[in-house]
């Protein structure tokens, strides 16, 4: 471990160099990936002094031992051995975490597409819960959420709805998310009270920045259309929405939630960017064969991924084999005890893959 850390130490010095070199801060997409790594090594440094002190310390103490006879200084010179030596591996834990290479994805915002599935009206005011579920959830994160195009469900809820979120590590967290959800219930429109079972499909895309993928605009096609959503006589008179057809890949991306044509087309170009990055993300998944067999499969779209079983008040996720009897509490925003579990597998499998890198 002492080796491995060492080795990180000399990047980090690199790291620290380079991230104050003209050349690196005039190049925004160079500074920011070299801001990235340093912030991710700084963060094993810091616990690396911690392991490195605890070694020390025992160090001391042993000399303690050997040429002191008083017996309080031995008492505590054996009493910080003790302590260090029970430290010592609690710090290994985190520090074999922290070396995990993480993906550059993780640090990014994303754009999430919510969907009805099977189910008809059902679905559609599912997919209503879904969304009101993610966004109290990134409310409690500290989140910010922006609402990008949206079609009403015709007994309530939404047919599709699409919002951008931004934060701290929100892909990274809500990467898990992606694929099929399915609810258990009576629904509101069933006069014979069935449960019947209906799903909607969420993916979340990692957004792009503009050096992530380029979009010739030559290749896109622009129409303006009026706002069919409420909004008043402004929004729905005015050709102020803004559809982006993506003419090579076929890929359409809309906005219609701005009063301004510009800020909607921003938005839907901001999409668009995002799928397409997503689309090149899901190549590389496939072809990475270690990727493609874990829990998060970006390209497997129709995974089921959990189920929402109301008469029993239980949430499943299949990835995982994870039961809770806390339907309401979930559903109501608290996904947080779903996503840790799922990426303390993610993590636990991770740490099996790289085992001998450590």
């Known amino acids: 471990m002492i080796d491995k850390l060492n080795i990180i130490k000399q990047r980090f010095d690199e790291v620290s160099d380079l991230i104050i070199q003209p050349d690196v801060i005039s190049d925004q ?39 002191e ?10 009493t910080q051995i003790e302590e260090a030596k029970i430290q010592i591996p609690e710090l290994e834990e985190k520090i074999k975490v922290l070396l995990i290479p993480k ?32 966004l109290k959830y990134c409310q409690d994160k500290g989140w910010k959420t922006s609402l990008v195009d949206s079609s009403e469900g015709t007994a309530g809820g939404f047919k599709e709805i699409i919002f951008e979120v931004s934060g701290q590590e929100v892909y990274g967290t809500l990467k898990y998310e992606s694929g099929v959800h399915r609810v258990q219930r009576v629904p509101q429109t069933e006069t014979q009270g069935r449960v019947h079972t209906s799903a909607s499909t969420v993916m979340v895309l990692p957004e792009a920045e503009e050096f992530d993928v380029q ?10 259309f009026c706002s069919s959503g409420p909004g008043g006589q402004s929004v729905n008179t005015t050709y102020s929405a803004v559809r982006l057809t993506h003419e090579p890949t076929g890929i359409v991306a809309q906005c ?60 499943t996720d299949h990835r995982i084999g994870l039961t809770l009897y806390d339907l309401q509490n979930i559903i109501n925003g608290d996904v947080s005890k779903l996503i840790n579990e799922l990426q303390l597998h993610q993590k636990t499998e991770k740490l099996k893959s790289s085992a001998e890198l450590i």
Not at 215 to 224: F, G, H, T
């Open 29 to 67: 997409k160079k500074y920011i990936q070299i801001n990235k790594e340093y912030k991710d090594l700084k963060a094993i440094m810091d616990q690396s002094e911690i392991y490195l002190s605890l070694f020390a310390n025992i160090d001391e103490a042993e000399i303690i031992l050997k040429e």
């Open 69 to 78: 006879t008083d017996s309080e200084m031995i008492e505590m010179a054996k």
């Open 103 to 134: 993906d550059p994805e993780d640090s990014k915002n994303v754009v999430i597409e919510i969907r009805a599935g099977t189910g008809g009206d059902e679905a559609s005011i599912f997919a209503g819960d879904l969304y009101r579920m993610y």
């Open 215 to 224: 979009v010739d605009m030559n290749e896109v096609r622009v129409d303006y």
């Open 256 to 315: 219609q939630d701005q009063k301004s044509q510009h800020k909607n087309k921003d938005k839907a170009l901001k999409v668009l960017r995002s799928r397409l990055y997503e689309m090149e993300l899901s190549k590389k998944l496939e072809a990475d064969s270690e990727k493609r067999n874990s829990l998060v499969s970006s390209g497997d779209r129709s995974a089921k991924i959990r189920t929402y079983n109301y008469p029993q008040g239980r949430v």
